[in-house]
Structure formats: C-alpha cells, structure tokens
C-alpha cells in the first residue's frame, strides 16, 4: 500500500519532539512512499493536496502531529477528490497516545510506525501476557490508601500497606466534620481503619519507607526500610502507663501542633495499629544511646518496650504499586502579611479543624489562646486551655498562598468549602459570634456544595466577596482589613481569631518517591496521571498507579473514588493476566516488531 | 442612565504602560493594602475594573489615578502579577493626555519616537535660533551686557514669552480636568463655597507633598525615602523657575557670586540632581518595584531633566571662572534642553506638578460635598447603601 504521511502541528507543540527526525525515520519505515513536514498550523489547500495524493499514486495518508484529528476532513476530501478511499486516513496522534516526556521521540516514532502499517496503536504496544504478582503495594495510608487497600483485599488479594507515621488515617483522621453533609470523619474513617488492620489479606507496615523499587510492570521488587517502632505491637494494650512517666514533651502531629504529647506516645486514641510507639527523635534513651532514662521500659506491666530495637529493611514482590502518598500544608508564615507566627490566634486551616474537633485538646471547644509564662525558658507561650475564651468574632481568609503567583497557582480546591464548613461549625457553638468569611470567588461545584454555600450565608455568616490582605494588630484585638466589593466598600474587622484556609502541596516525601519510581511529576510538584481524561489513575509507568491528593487536590468523595478506581484497575490487571500496564513499557523495536505481526496476520 | 463602553480601551491603555489589567481577577488585595484608598476612593481595584469593562467615561471623570503615588505594595502582593501600580501610573498618563486639549500627549505617550524626534527638531531650531542672533547681535566673547552673546535681557522676554504659553496651555487642560471631574464627575451639586473652603489644600499639597509621604510600607521608617527625594525635585524645580523666569538678570550677572539669589539657585541645583540622580539609578537598578517597568516618557523625563542640570551648572562654572566663550557655548546647549523641556510641559508627565495638587484640592471639595449631602439626604431619612 503506497503511503503518504503527512506532519501537521498545532501551535503548542511541545518542543520535546524533533520532527525532522521522526520525518527522516517514517521515511524509511516500509511501504512509505512520501513524507512530507507541513510546518506549525498549517494553512491546507485541497487542491494540492489533491495533486499530490494523485501524483504519488498515495492509497493511504497519514496525519502526525499532536492533534491531526484537526486537518483530517481536509484530507479527507482531498482523497475523496483524487479518488482514493477516505477509510484509508489514519490518525497518528502523539498527544493521544502520550508522545510526552523523556521517550517522547521514540514514543511518536511507534506511534507514526502503526499508523502506517493501519495497526491501531493501543493494540500493537500494550504487551500483555506477563505473568503478575499478585500482591499489591499501596504506599500511604490516607484514606486513599485505606480505600483501594480495602477493595483490592476484599477482592481476595494480597496488599501491603505502608505508611510513614505510626498510624494509618492520614488527615482525614485529624478533621472534624465532612462538607457539605457535615458528617463526623471520624466516623466514617475509624471503621475502615480497624477493617485494615484486621484484614487477613493487607500485610500493614508503619513507620515505613521505600527505599529502592525495581523490575518491571507485574513483577517490582520493593525494598522497605521499616523504622524501628520500639513498642511490641501485639502486646501493647495502650495503657499509656509510659506515656505517664516520659519526661520529654513534643509537639503533636496529629493535633497539627496545637497540643503537646510524649516522646512515647500513640497518636490519637483509635490509632491503627493501636499501640504506643517511640519518637526516636525525641526520645531521652535514644538520643543518650541508652544512658539516660529508660523510665517507660520498667513502668510497663507487659514489657512491651524494647527501645533498643533495631530499624529493619524488608523485600517483598508486587505486582502492582499505587501511590496515595496525600499532601500537606503550604508553609504559611512566609506569607508575612497574615501575621502567622506573629499573631497567636492566626490559625492555619488544620490548627482550626483539631480545635474544633471533639477529641482535640480543648475537648472541642472553640477557644481563643491563652498565655502563660515558662518559668523554666522565661519566655510568654500562648496555648489552648479549655477553660480559654471564646471569640467574639472569626474572619475566614480564603486562597491564602492559592491562585497565588508568587506561591501556588493553582486552586487547592477544598479551602472554600471548608471554610464554609469552619463558618457553619463556629456559628453552631459559639453563641452571637460574628464571622467573616473574606473570598475571591467561591468555588462550590460538588454535589451539594451551593445548597451548603446557601445555607452558611442564610445562617447569617458575613461572606464577604473581596480578599484580605492584611491582619495587623491593635490594642489586643486583631484587625483584617478587606474590601467588600459587593458592597463597594473597604472594611475594617476587629477579630479575635483568623483561620488560614492555607492551600496545599504536595508531601514533602513525593519528589524522593517520584525519583525512586521513575514516574514524572507536574508542574506544581503532584505526580503526573498518564491522561487526565482518559485514564486519571494511571502513571506513565504500567503498574504504577496515583490515587488522591498526590495527583492534584480533590475532596474526599473525589478521594476515595479515585482510590477505589484504581483498585479496579488493579485487579484488572490480576484477573486478566495480561495488559498489564500500557505502552510505555515497550520499546520502539519491540512495538515495531509486534505491529509487523499483527499487521502480517 | 446608559454609560458607553469603549471595548478597545484597554488595548489603548496597553501602549501608556498598563500591560497586564486583563490578568486582574477582583480579589481586592491592592485596595486593602493601599495606604491611600478610603471609603470614597476605593482603588486601584476598582480603576482595574473599569478598565476590564472598558468604562471611559468613569475614569475620565475620576481622580483617584492622581491619589496614588505608586509605593508598589499593591503591584508587590499582587497574586495574578496584574501589576495595579503600574496600571494606575497609566491612568495618569492617559489622563494628562486626556486633559490635554491640543491632544499632542497622546503621541508622546503612545511613541516614544515621536517624543525624541519632537525634542530634537525643537532643540535644533532654539539651538540656531540661538547661535544666529548671538552672533549676529553679539560676541561670543561677551557673556552679559553690552554685545552680549545672549543678553540677559533678551532671555528674560523669551522666558517670559514661554511662560506665558505655558500657564496658557496649563491654565486651558487644568480648566478640563476641573470640567472632567468636578461637572460630568460629580452627581451631587457642589456648592461654591466649599471651592473657597477648601483651597488652602492646594498650595498645601503643592509645597509638602503630605500624601506621599504616607507610602511607607512600614511604620519602622522614620522618612520615606522617595518622597523626600521627590520633595526636594519638585521644590529645586520650582526654585529654578521661578529664579530663570523673574531673576534672570541677576542670575547672570557679573563673575562674582551674588549670594542673595545665587544661594537659592545652589540648594535647588542639590534637590534637582540629587533627584535626578536618584531616579535614574532606580530606574537603571530596578531597585523598588515602582521602577520595574519604566515607559519612554519616564526616560525622556529624568534623562533631559539630568542633562538641562548639568549643563546649567557648566555653565554656571565657566561663567564665574571667567571663560566666557565655553559659558556662551554650553549656555546655547543648556537653552537646547530647556526650550523643548518647557514646551513640552503641558503635554508630558511634568505637568502632574499642576494636576496632583489640583486633584487634592478638588478630592477635598469632593469628600466635603459627599459628607454634607449625606448629612441633608440622612435629614430627609432616605437611606443610602
């Protein structure tokens, strides 16, 4: 069949993609007949077209470019004009099939190779048939993790489930109520956390890292460094006689810092697995290697502490990998003009959410800090006492650090909703308090989420459609300056707390784990999924999977959606026994081979 | 009441300076951080706005671009990098050029091309003008007097002749601005009393430049730096106007210093090249954010305004030193810089020295007919919102 291809490229064409060069290969590829460059958004002529076609005695035309789609009724009546058969068009489009990245020549080579041999792309460089592990690793025990753990070991199969900290939960486990139904997260979370650490089929490992990953798509070998945890795991009762007796006190994570716990400690009373563990970091013993305290080991009546364990690495084989490895907070105090850091009752969103939260250190109360002289340090510190005041009034600042060009320029999609929710949850237990919710444009586009944003505004929360860019502070009480634009005027709010709806990155671990797996991050640092619309879940590496916070910000349900679509996509590539992962795992000679194949039969 | 909108105008204002107003997305930052925005002048978000929409007829009428004096901190916490700063230094460019009636601003502005070529062609023909009378009437030998090569006597007429021009010119545009702002801006009526109430804002804004001065960013400064820089331009400025256009023959008489004029020709000759210095090396630097973006009439101003000051103090040396030829000559250049700089005046950014003041004066007659009809309208108990 005498073939003519044909290079049209939009305007964006990425610069990673040499034309000439895939022109001078496709040149020599059998059966071509001519090749020919258009150039960047070419203007076409039917007429020559029509010539050309006619003057090659070309039976089919192939279209190269990132979106050739776009000149092929061009063709199309070209080659119904001069005769030929319009069916005989075929499409090589590299930014379909993902021609992006550090193989992106070679990958827009097989791409222009299949298309002229009229095989379909997908079926040529998908290889399938290899064998696969069927044991699954989840990296991260967030709620993404929990959810596509949960589904793949339902389905019978094998997960290990790592997780940095000492307890699976993640931030969902930190959160107070769900928008826009404002049901208790822990609620909904607990179960499915108890359900993994019972679960026969999830292998859980705590306090672990990857160290290094290798193999192919269906069979990785993963090296994990599990953290020495200190505390016997099957024989701690979470007593907390040690917790008691340890002398050093440490910042809590899971209360985002606002309240303090022990160098031995568990982190929240329902943890996963519900055992004490030791902070190597801060821990006496540790840090003396031995010659100081030791007080935790001779108070427990199970001798279930052993701190000098020693940190273990372990090998498993999987088949496949997800990642839900979640997020963080942007570092709001180089944001100097919100004053956090300076100001103490500038809260940052999550400081709020375990305030707010019953099993905080305020038991739920919404308190205003209180201060108290360290006789020790000489120094004021301001902390949450239970017995604290309640404020008289709360501004809420949206978009702080997002939509932002000197911090994050993209939307971290939950501040507005959540804000809304802080609105509706301060209203509820502050009685007369006055809130202040300062915001650019409110992005409430879930299901139930503008019934939500209605209801905060008629319960008579102040929304005020303008940013604020200043908190200072006069006399004791807090000013935010903003202005109302609805209203046309510039407005001046005496506060006495402002919560940050602080936008988010990603977790301070992703860059490592990106390098350690080969998978490619965006621009803003998530991992890139192979297609955002196509397959959301998947990386350009097969077998390896994204689910939740780690590709972009979403929401819970967006979250556990995801997670559970990827454990669809896992067990896919279990039951099926083949097709596992996509084209990326095959070379340029291999797809040429296995399309000549499929082109001979 | 229907208002036009000039969908092109924003394109238009793409050429005084403001390039980025379509990236604005209304959050209100810049307005919250400016020092000088209150309850009637809220801006520079809403300036942003009106250009967004293409409102003509708003900002032709307001005087909010001449309240700002472009500290930065709006363009320097902008989230879209829509840069405001620069966006309300535009408007004031477009402004002048709005006040202008000869409408020879708006090339200026527009080109800067057009500027440098308009200067030139006027330096060159004051240059032989110059040199022709001088030597046909005088000796180049001669500094004042008798066959003087450009007698003082004859500069005085022609300062005042170009003075005269040029209230002229200014005294025509300022009447505009008035119309603009104070008759088509105002929706309330202004009673003439409140002109007179109000006037000491004028020379008190014109000599003390308060409002500047409550740039700073933060309260730790003791001076704002800029604004004395600016004070001591403008107040050196109009020393040396008023020295060249009712002094000059006692400027230039004799070698010997004449202490009792020539003692304020020094302190403005210090406030003027300390400015000009100061200017151009921020601009150079792009120290402060304010000077980040310099247009073409920023660099005509300061760069003609440094050369008009040293050629002046040339001068001034050969002449006390007694080398009355190099006097005459650079005399001839330091007169190629100022005739097109006088001129020009009334078409360029120089003329904000009559317009600031005059916004000031005219936002107090503002602000105070806005509090007494709101006083009257409250005593009718009709509600505003």
């Known amino acids: ?601 | 009441m229907a208002i036009r909108v000039n969908p092109r105008f924003i394109d238009e204002l793409d050429r005084y300076g403001a390039e980025d107003v379509q990236l604005c997305y209304q959050c209100g930052d810049c307005s919250t951080v400016c020092p000088h925005a209150d309850d009637i002048y809220k801006f520079p978000r809403k300036s942003m706005r009106r250009l967004q929409m293409g409102l003509e007829e708003k900002i032709e009428t307001t005087l909010e671009p001449w309240l700002c004096y472009y500290c930065g901190q709006c363009s320097e916490q902008c989230p879209r990098e829509a840069d405001p700063g620069e966006t309300m230094m535009s408007l004031r460019r477009w402004l002048i050029s709005r006040y202008d009636f000869t409408g020879i601003a708006k090339h200026f502005f527009k080109s800067g091309t057009t500027e440098v070529l308009a200067i030139l062609t006027v330096s060159i023909l004051t240059g032989s003008f110059l040199l022709y009378h001088g030597f046909s009437f005088g000796n180049i030998n001669i500094y004042d007097g008798e066959g003087a090569f450009l007698p003082s006597s004859f500069i005085h007429r022609l300062d005042l002749t170009l003075g005269l021009v040029l209230v002229l010119f200014l005294a025509v545009n300022a009447s505009r601005m008035w119309y603009f702002t104070m008759i088509k801006g105002m929706k309330i009526p202004v009673p003439w009393l409140l002109y007179i109430r109000e006037f000491y804002e004028l020379p008190w804004h014109f000599f003390t430049q308060k409002r500047y001065s409550d740039c700073q960013a933060n309260d730790d400064q003791k001076m704002y730096m800029p604004w004395m820089i600016h004070l001591g331009l403008m107040l050196g400025y109009v020393t040396m106007l008023v020295l060249v256009m009712v002094f000059i023959e006692e400027l230039q008489s004799g070698p010997a210093i004449q202490w009792s004029v020539h003692i304020f020709g020094y302190l403005a000759t210090v406030g003027l090249l300390t400015g000009t210095v100061y200017f151009i090396r921020n601009r150079i630097n792009k120290s402060y954010i304010q000077y980040k973006k310099s247009h073409s009439t920023d660099w005509v101003f300061v760069s003609l305004l440094f050369l008009i000051v040293i050629t002046g103090i040339l001068q001034h040396i050969f002449h006390r030193s007694g080398i009355y030829d190099w006097a005459n000559i650079s005399y001839v250049i330091h007169l190629m810089f100022v005739i097109p700089w006088l001129l020009r005046m009334p078409f360029s950014k120089w003329s904000h020295l009559i317009y600031r003041p005059l916004a000031m004066y005219f936002t107090g007659i503002q602000r105070a007919a806005y509090l007494r009809h709101e006083l009257i309208t409250s005593r009718l108990s009709v509600t505003i919102k």
């Open chain 1, 1 to 601: 069949m005498r073939t003519g291809v044909f290079f049209c490229q939009a305007e964006n064409s990425s610069d990673e993609l040499n034309i000439d060069a895939i022109a001078k290969y496709s040149a020599n590829l059998p059966e071509v007949e001519t090749v020919q460059v258009m150039g960047i958004k070419p203007k076409l002529e039917i007429k020559t077209l029509c010539d050309r076609i006619k003057s090659d005695k070309l039976d089919r035309v192939v279209i190269a470019g990132d979106i050739p789609g776009y000149y092929k009724p061009f063709f199309t009546k070209a080659m119904r004009l001069s005769g030929g058969n319009p069916d005989e068009i075929r499409l090589a489009s590299f930014q379909e099939h993902g021609a992006k990245g550090e193989y992106a020549v070679d990958r827009a080579k097989a791409i222009v190779a299949c298309a002229t041999m009229g095989v379909p792309f997908g079926l040529a460089a998908i290889p399938g048939g290899n064998p696969v592990n069927h044991a699954t690793l989840v990296i991260g025990g967030g709620i993404a993790g929990i959810q596509s753990a949960l589904e793949i070991a339902n389905a019978g199969k094998l997960v290990y489930l790592i997780e940095q900290s000492g307890t699976i939960g993640g931030h969902m486990a930190m959160f107070d109520k769900t928008f826009p139904t404002l049901d208790c997260a822990a609620c909904i979370l607990t179960p499915k956390m108890v359900d993994v650490g019972q679960h026969e089929h999830i292998r859980l490992l705590t306090k672990s890292k990857i160290i290094s990953v290798s193999g192919k798509p269906g069979s990785y070998r993963v090296k994990i460094k599990q953290q020495a945890r200190r505390v016997d795991v099957k024989s701690c009762v979470a007593c907390g006689l040690c917790a008691d007796i340890c002398p050093e006190r440490v910042e809590s994570e899971f209360d985002a810092g606002i309240s303090k716990r022990k160098a031995i400690y568990i982190p929240f009373p329902q943890a996963v697995p519900n055992a004490y563990l030791i902070d190597e970091e801060h821990c006496r013993y540790v840090l003396t290697d031995g010659e100081k305290c030791g007080h935790c080991v001779r108070k427990c009546p199970k001798d279930c502490i052993h701190l000098d364990e020693q940190d273990s690495i372990i090998d498993i084989e999987v088949g496949n990998i997800i990642l839900a490895t979640g997020y963080e907070l942007l570092d709001v105090s180089k944001i100097a003009q919100y004053g956090y850091g300076k100001y103490p009752n500038v809260l940052t969103s999550l400081e709020f959410e375990r305030l707010t939260n019953a099993s905080g250190s305020t038991g739920g109360r919404i308190v205003t800090k209180s201060n108290r002289l360290n006789k020790r340090t000489n120094i004021e510190e301001w902390f949450f006492s239970p017995e604290g005041i309640p404020p008289r009034s709360v501004a809420l600042i949206h978009c702080v650090g997002s939509r932002n060009k000197n911090y994050n320029l993209y939307c971290s999609r939950v501040c507005c909703m959540y804000s809304l929710k802080f609105a509706h949850l301060i209203k509820e237990k502050i009685p007369n308090v006055i809130v202040y919710e300062f915001y650019i444009d409110m992005r409430a586009f879930g299901k139930g989420f503008e019934e939500f944003a209605e209801r905060i505004k008629q319960e008579g929360t102040f929304i005020i459609r303008g940013h604020s860019a200043s908190v200072s502070m006069n006399n004791g009480r807090m000013i935010v300056r903003g202005e109302d634009i609805f209203n046309d005027r510039l407005v001046e709010f005496n506060v006495d707390m402002v919560v940050l709806a602080v936008g988010l990155v990603p977790s301070p671990g992703t860059e490592e784990l990106s390098r350690i797996l080969g998978i490619s991050r965006d621009r803003d640092g998530w991992f890139s999924e192979l297609d955002y619309n196509g397959s959301p879940t998947e990386t350009d590496k097969g077998g390896i999977y994204v689910a939740g916070m780690c590709q972009a910000p979403k929401d819970i349900p967006d979250t556990v959606a995801q997670a559970s679509a990827v454990a669809a996509g896992v067990l896919r590539s279990l039951t099926s026994g083949k097709g596992i992962g996509h084209m990326s795992s095959l070379s340029l000679s291999e797809i040429e081979s296995r399309a000549k194949t499929i082109h001979a039969n």
